[in-house]
């Protein structure tokens, strides 16, 4: 991903690390990750860490915490994208306006990214930087309809993963994605298990879509 970014500048909106299986913080930084983080800020390549919120059965000051945490072992970290968000909108104000106000704090402009899936509502567009509005097979994107309400917004406040795209079906996948609003996209042939676990396999023949849009 750094060399694609250091090739081709703003194709790739941003890469999530997970230095922790659990997504917890460690006791102290990992020199993988570290060095990880300086290659991509010496990249331009916007890093943001995952941390699980868990429909917030985790309490927001341990999200704070782990915040914190990250950023102090990882300072140039662009910001966080948040796990498992819950779609109320009534739970706004005393624990994901309270994030997005503690990210701010630390560093001016974050990403604050939020996976919600299909069923994301739009009373948290004020407390996020993009919403993941599909995360799921391919099976199921085909039918895939985006809220009506996301056509009131730029394109790049919306992200779509699909897994388990066959390679013939890459190109329909990437421009179905543009046709439902959404400004990122992230494509794999594996499968729910290893998605997120490497790479896909035709990764150079997403990026050259991304080159060609």
Same mark, same amino acid.
């Given at each position: 991903?750094?060399?694609?970014?250091?090739?081709?500048?703003?194709?790739?909106?941003?890469?999530?690390?997970?230095?922790?299986?659990?997504?917890?913080?460690? +006791?102290?930084?990992?020199?993988?990750?570290?060095?990880?983080?300086?290659?991509?800020?010496?990249?331009?390549? =916007?890093?943001?860490?995952?941390?699980?919120? %868990?429909?917030?059965?985790?309490?927001?000051?341990?999200?704070?915490?782990?915040?914190?945490?990250?950023?102090?072992?990882?300072?140039?970290?662009?910001?966080?994208?948040?796990?498992?968000?819950?779609?109320?909108?009534?739970?706004?104000?005393?624990?994901?306006?309270?994030?997005?106000?503690?990210?701010?704090?630390?560093?001016?402009?974050?990403?604050?990214?939020?996976?919600?899936?299909?069923?994301?509502?739009?009373?948290?567009? %004020?407390?996020?930087?993009?919403?993941?509005?599909?995360?799921?097979?391919?099976?199921?994107?085909?039918?895939?309809?985006? =809220?009506?309400?996301?056509?009131?917004?730029? +394109?790049?406040?919306?992200?779509?993963?699909?897994?388990?795209?066959?390679?013939?079906?890459?190109?329909?996948?990437?421009?179905?994605?543009?046709?439902?609003? &959404?400004?990122?996209?992230?494509?794999?042939?594996?499968?729910?298990?290893?998605?997120?676990?490497?790479? =896909?396999?035709?990764?150079?023949?997403?990026?050259?879509? &991304?080159?060609?849009?």
């Amino acid at each position: 991903m750094i060399k694609v970014q250091i090739q081709h500048p703003g194709v790739i909106g941003c890469a999530v690390f997970c230095p922790i299986e659990r997504g917890e913080p460690g +006791p102290s930084p990992d020199p993988r990750y570290v060095a990880l983080a300086s290659r991509a800020a010496a990249a331009n390549l =916007p890093l943001v860490v995952w941390i699980n919120s %868990n429909e917030m059965t985790v309490p927001v000051n341990t999200i704070l915490d782990e915040i914190d945490t990250y950023y102090t072992s990882y300072p140039s970290l662009s910001g966080i994208y948040l796990e498992i968000v819950d779609m109320s909108c009534d739970f706004i104000p005393p624990y994901y306006q309270v994030i997005w106000d503690h990210v701010h704090k630390i560093r001016s402009n974050p990403m604050v990214i939020f996976n919600m899936g299909p069923l994301a509502t739009e009373c948290h567009m %004020n407390v996020s930087t993009m919403i993941v509005t599909y995360e799921g097979e391919f099976a199921d994107y085909v039918s895939y309809v985006a =809220p009506a309400w996301t056509k009131k917004y730029d +394109p790049h406040r919306f992200w779509h993963t699909v897994f388990d795209v066959p390679a013939l079906a890459l190109p329909y996948v990437y421009q179905r994605s543009v046709a439902q609003g &959404a400004g990122h996209v992230y494509i794999s042939n594996e499968d729910i298990v290893d998605v997120y676990n490497s790479l =896909p396999s035709y990764f150079d023949k997403l990026v050259s879509l &991304a080159v060609d849009d």
